[in-house]
T-cell receptor
Framework: EAQVTQNPRYLITVTGKKLTVTCSQN?????MSWYRQDPGLGLRQIYYSMNVEVTDKGDVPEGYKVSRKEKRNFPLILESPSPNQTSLYFCASSLTIGTGFSYTFGSGTRLTVV | KQEVTQIPAALSVPEGENLVLNCSFT??????LQWFRQDPGKGLTSLLLIQSSQREQTSGRLNASLDKSSGRSTLYIAASQPGDSATYLCAVSGETSGSRLTFGEGTQLTVNP
């Protein structure tokens, strides 16, 4: 089944403890992206990657890192999490960008930083 | 900067009713408009994708239309069912917004049995 898989689904951590949220897609998509969803603010893009080894900042990149060493994987790294990073995170992928190309989203990771 | 607005923010209807959700966007230079469904605390499920050159798309009881020149899209749900209860999000991608999808805040739909 074609899908975007995120892990973990739920995570509670403490301030400052480094964590990684994994994202993997099995559709050979070139484009991958991370979003966070917050009440009243909607979905905002954190980082995106147009292809292997090509990443760039979205709207809210502060406090996050990403890497794209393989086409299928796009992990999100929080080096020193803070409570304001408590949010629902989504990974998305698309074959590429442009007319006719839809985005597929993962099931989400609910992160709580205490 | 692209902005997407969805009206109404919430909608409660009895089962069986036909309903329309509205989405408007400010920049008409779009690649696509995509409608998603989100169940509470869950992921986004893609419902329909309308390319910028298309006027509408249909899937089962769902029909989405696009009027790019006026910056509007509607999602029509026929014969609503309690299982349709969810938040519906529209999102656009386009030349000025680069790779990102710009989302509306969503319409929270409740279909009462």
């Amino acid at each position: 089944e074609a899908q975007v898989t995120q892990n973990p689904r739920y995570l509670i951590t403490v301030t400052g403890k480094k964590l990684t949220v994994t994202c993997s897609q099995n559709m050979n998509h070139e484009y991958m992206s991370w979003y966070r969803q917050d009440p009243g603010l909607g979905l905002r893009q954190i980082y995106y990657s147009m292809n292997v080894e090509v990443t760039d900042k979205g709207d809210v990149p502060e406090g996050y890192k990403v890497s794209r060493k393989e086409k299928r994987n796009f992990p999100l790294i929080l080096e020193s999490p803070s409570p304001n990073q408590t949010s629902l995170y989504f990974c998305a992928s698309s074959l590429t960008i442009g007319t006719g190309f839809s985005y597929t989203f993962g099931s989400g990771t609910r992160l709580t930083v205490v | 900067k692209q902005e997407v607005t969805q009206i109404p923010a919430a909608l409660s209807v009895p089962e069986g009713e036909n309903l329309v959700l509205n989405c408007s966007f400010t920049d008409s230079a779009i690649y696509n408009l995509q409608w998603f469904r989100q169940d509470p605390g869950k992921g986004l499920t893609s419902l329909l994708l309308i390319q910028s050159s298309q006027r509408e798309q249909t899937s089962g009881r769902l029909n989405a239309s696009l009027d790019k020149s006026s910056g509007r899209s509607t999602l029509y749900i026929a014969a609503s069912q309690p299982g349709d209860s969810a938040t519906y999000l529209c999102a656009v991608s386009g030349e000025t917004s680069g790779s990102r999808l710009t989302f509306g805040e969503g319409t929270q739909l409740t279909v009462n049995p």
